[in-house]
């Protein structure tokens, strides 16, 4: 058996999905764009871009040819995300609706319900990058971290009703003496935030490394709710718009109800919702996809928009986003390899 990843490596490492040794594995399918003779030695194609029009592209000719396709998500699906997001709203397209996959890989029992509710083939699985096998110990002192998703807000209203939720919850924990740090990559918000300068920004390291002396987590809804959960740390979500919510917490900071005593209660972590928030984990620690043993199913109808009509008419045939994709990663590289060196410096400086 033969898979074809449409993007390159980088993108998959972390993913988890179960691949046994005995199937070929390829990457950077891309480069076949508008090549359907090459396209025809695989069994199974997958993308996890749903929003690129070359992959696109691919796909829809991948079921012409009868090949089965795979879309796989690589984080928790946010209903703002999937309706509000701006990218998606200036091409027209709605994330993830239609799949025109024949099948989709997706996080959580909630999710994976909702995509097999509006009839398609959707299976569960957990992405390795977002749950560790070894997990972090809890500190013994009480040490709450306030952080947001990479996207918290969507539009102007939003980000008020944030930045004013986030403010009011520096006051009560300074109120009630309750150390904390920030973990905000957002200058935005940076900018917008109560005594800001008073207390440490964690954010030059990864996330699991910036929760090692962390025992509360507030943050808008994001894999890194689950990350959390699963060391065992308590989370409380920012709940500030009227949207459904796929991926809950046990504990919910809400505008107009009273911060004191929301916190208070996760501060000490009541029993029940300790309980509630486990369960709401092992919602996302299912994965039951094994991809040499999918059914078989009957294609998708194709997906017409007018991004993909843009490239069938294109008279650029060259591969241009392909070459900026692989300048990105090989600058996320060179970052990451300079963090290491910057790291290793330090420790030996530390020994010194």
Not at 15 to 23: C, Q, R, T
Not at 41 to 63: E, G, H, Q, V
Not at 108 to 127: N, R, T, V
């Amino acid at each position: 058996m033969k898979i074809l990843f449409l993007e390159e490596r980088e993108y998959y490492k972390n993913l988890g999905l179960k691949i046994s040794d005995e199937i070929t594995v390829e990457y950077n399918g891309i480069k076949y764009y508008k090549k359907n003779d090459a396209l025809k030695r695989y069994d199974y194609i997958i993308s996890f871009m749903y929003l690129n029009p070359m992959c696109n592209y691919i796909i829809t000719k991948a079921n012409e040819l009868g090949i089965e396709t795979i879309l796989v998500s690589d984080g928790i699906v946010d209903w703002t995300y999937l309706f509000n997001w701006k990218f998606a709203k200036k091409k027209k397209l709605v994330t993830f609706h239609p799949i025109i996959h024949d099948y989709f890989f997706v996080l959580g029992k909630f999710e994976l319900g909702y995509f097999q509710f509006k009839g398609d083939k959707a299976f569960q699985y957990l992405p390795k990058r977002i749950i560790k096998e070894e997990k972090i110990k809890l500190p013994k002192e009480i040490i709450f971290l306030i952080t947001t998703a990479n996207t918290s807000y969507f539009d102007l209203d939003e980000k008020k009703v944030l930045i004013n939720l986030m403010n009011q919850t520096i006051d009560v924990l300074e109120e009630l003496n309750i150390k904390f740090k920030f973990r905000i990559f957002d200058k935005e918000l940076i900018k917008h935030l109560k005594n800001y300068e008073s207390y440490e920004n964690v954010i030059e390291c990864n996330f699991l490394e910036s929760i090692s002396d962390i025992t509360h987590v507030i943050t808008t809804p994001s894999s890194i709710s689950l990350e959390s959960m699963f060391n065992e740390r308590k989370v409380c979500h920012f709940f500030y718009r009227d949207d459904p919510v796929f991926l809950r917490s046990a504990w919910n900071l809400i505008p107009g109800l009273d911060i004191k005593k929301s916190l208070k209660d996760f501060y000490y972590g009541n029993k029940e919702k300790n309980i509630y928030q486990k369960y709401i984990l092992s919602t996302y620690l299912e994965s039951n996809e094994i991809i040499e043993k999918l059914p078989k199913t009957t294609l998708n109808s194709q997906m017409k928009n007018k991004s993909i009509e843009s490239i069938l008419d294109s008279p650029l045939n060259f591969n241009f986003e392909n070459f900026i994709r692989k300048i990105y990663l090989k600058l996320k590289l060179r970052k990451i390899k300079n963090q290491i060196v910057k790291k290793i410096i330090i420790k030996s400086k530390n020994k010194d």
